[in-house]
């Protein structure tokens, strides 16, 4: 409960975080390829922070690196809050991971800390249980997310020092948690096992993955940081109007995952639903920038933002599944390196593309959707916890 409470207040600071930052940085008078300079450092250094807490989690423990993570969002609010400049700005999306921190698309938690929540979770839950659980972590914190978003017509200032108050919060929930080995589930010790004796497959599969999370991060990095600024620059909302888009949109998206992820997932198999899903959410992105009308807009935001998020918790189920517990933190913290590192990327590109042609953005990412899906689909399309041995994971 402390671990969803710690959760839940980070992603309320995302959701609003995800929509205002970067028009509070346009209406400091930043260019477009300036603030995507700015996402794109938070978006580069994200990755080698959550890899490293990851790696010294399985070596010393989650719950203190888990700490670490979470109070360096705090200290990058703090430097947002007292300074604009430039490279004072770049410390802090550093920190904080601006750009990926929280929202919709990433389940609220964002940042360093996400291999790192689940990790822990992983490490009190049977495998045959843990997409179900994720589904209602991931779901809880899009609802918070999405409640953040209704802070967003607030002066940024108190948007800010709110969001100090809050993560700092977030950080101390986390102090009474015990960090111990699981000891429930008898599968920990067959897949600690298999690690040493089948680690060309182990390797394979995290190798698998890896590629995926490329594609999956030169497509997110295209178009996600930047949907804010088109709904202002191109729509003509405020930021009130936008955060309302969002606030239902996180409805939309976490209500779905509860009532449908883990049921799919299981009647498809995690790897068809995967791909599935993210292909729908990829043709309704691409649709997107071909309508000036805001209502068929925000619809077609509504279906890419719930399509992308559904498959989330069985994402993190499948590479928690095929991995040890031993090296299950240093393979989440790869796996959102090879993402944010080619997300980081994308985005700075992006920067200087959306200005010549708002479409090429997505329908590149559809392009790089695509790619993902048909390696998720090719390797674990049947894949279930209950049927997982013809993988070679039990």
């Known amino acids: 409960m402390l671990l969803l409470t710690s959760r839940a207040l980070r992603s309320f600071v995302g959701g609003y975080l995800a929509v205002i930052i970067g028009l509070y940085l346009l209406d400091k008078g930043f260019t477009l390829p300036q603030i995507g300079v700015i996402f794109a450092v938070g978006s580069a250094v994200t990755p080698l922070l959550g890899t490293v807490f990851g790696y010294l989690g399985d070596r010393f423990g989650v719950k203190r ?141 995290i190798q698998i993955f890896t590629v995926t999370a490329l594609f999956n991060g030169i497509s997110q990095g295209l178009v996600v940081p930047f949907i804010p600024i088109i709904f202002k620059l191109y729509f003509g909302l405020d930021n009130g109007e936008i955060g309302e888009i969002y606030f239902f949109t996180g409805l939309a998206s976490a209500t779905a995952m509860l009532f449908l992820t883990d049921k799919l997932a299981n009647s498809m198999g995690f790897g068809r639903f995967i791909a599935v899903s993210r292909t729908i959410s990829a043709v309704a992105a691409l649709a997107f920038p071909f309508t000036r009308e805001i209502f068929l807009a925000s619809a077609l935001f509504v279906i890419f933002t719930v399509f992308r998020t559904l498959p989330l918790p069985p994402q993190q189920a499948l590479i928690s599944s095929v991995v040890s517990e031993r090296r299950r933190g240093t393979a989440l913290g790869l796996n959102q390196a090879a ?56």
Do not use: C, H, W
């Open 65 to 205: 690196f888990l700490l670490v993570s979470l109070s360096s969002l705090v200290v990058g609010l703090v430097l947002t809050y007292l300074s604009s400049n430039f490279f004072v700005l770049l410390v802090a999306s550093a920190l904080s991971g601006y750009g990926i921190v929280g929202g919709l698309i990433g389940g609220g938690i964002g940042a360093s800390a996400a291999p790192l929540f689940t990790a822990m979770v992983s490490k009190i839950v049977r495998r045959d249980e843990l997409n179900r659980t994720l589904v209602v972590l991931t779901a809880v914190s899009s609802y918070a997310g999405s409640l953040g978003t209704l802070l967003t017509s607030l002066n940024y200032s108190t948007l800010f020092l709110l969001g100090i108050a809050i993560s700092l919060v977030s950080t101390l929930v986390v102090l009474p948690i015990r960090d111990v080995k699981r000891q429930d589930d008898p599968r920990a010790e067959v897949s600690d096992k298999r690690d040493k004796t089948n680690g060309a497959s182990t390797r394979k599969y």
């Open 339 to 394: 993402r944010l590192l080619l997300f980081s990327a994308s985005t700075a590109g992006s920067s200087y593309l959306i200005p010549l042609s708002l479409v090429a953005p997505f329908a590149l990412a559809l392009v790089f959707t695509e790619a993902s899906s048909a390696l998720y689909y090719r390797y674990f399309a049947d894949f279930r916890p209950s049927v997982a041995s013809p993988l070679g994971l039990d």
